[in-house]
Nanobody, 122 residues
Framework: VQLQASGGGLVQPGGSLRLSCATS????????IGWFRQAPGKEREGVAF????????YHADSVKGRFTISRDNAKSTVYLQMNSLKPEDTAVYYC????????????????WGQGTQVTVSS
């Protein structure tokens, strides 16, 4: 099982980025996926989650209205579209997977990918 996060980079405040989480080794249709982030000196934070079957989505209040999680099961990929980025969004972003959405929301996922750095700065 592998999850590969990509798409991070340096962007100015107000800009946009789209993160991708490419998965392999399991059938994405049956898994829930979460995006998490961790800034230096801060605890890991759950940013957005998407259920496996119905594809229900949940976004943290800190990103609601700016970030959107989506999935393309045919491509085995989950995305995080990030708009109106703020300096406080700067962090390493991780994707993670689990069969159960409640475990994803709790951050106790079975599978984690490596992070991708997002830096929002002028």
């Amino acid at each position: 099982v592998q999850l590969q996060a990509s798409g991070g980079g340096l962007v100015q405040p107000g800009g946009s980025l789209r993160l991708s989480c490419a998965t392999s080794g399991f059938t994405l249709d049956y898994y829930s996926i979460g995006w998490f982030r961790q800034a230096p000196g801060k605890e890991r934070e759950g940013v957005a989650f998407i259920g496996g079957s119905a594809g229900n989505t949940y976004h943290a209040d800190s990103v609601k209205g700016r970030f959107t999680i989506s999935r393309d099961n045919a491509k085995s990929t989950v995305y995080l579209q990030m708009n109106s980025l703020k300096p406080e969004d700067t962090a390493v972003y991780y994707c993670a997977a689990d069969r159960w959405l409640n475990r994803v929301v709790a951050g106790t996922c079975d599978y984690w990918g490596q992070g991708t750095q997002v830096t929002v700065s002028s």
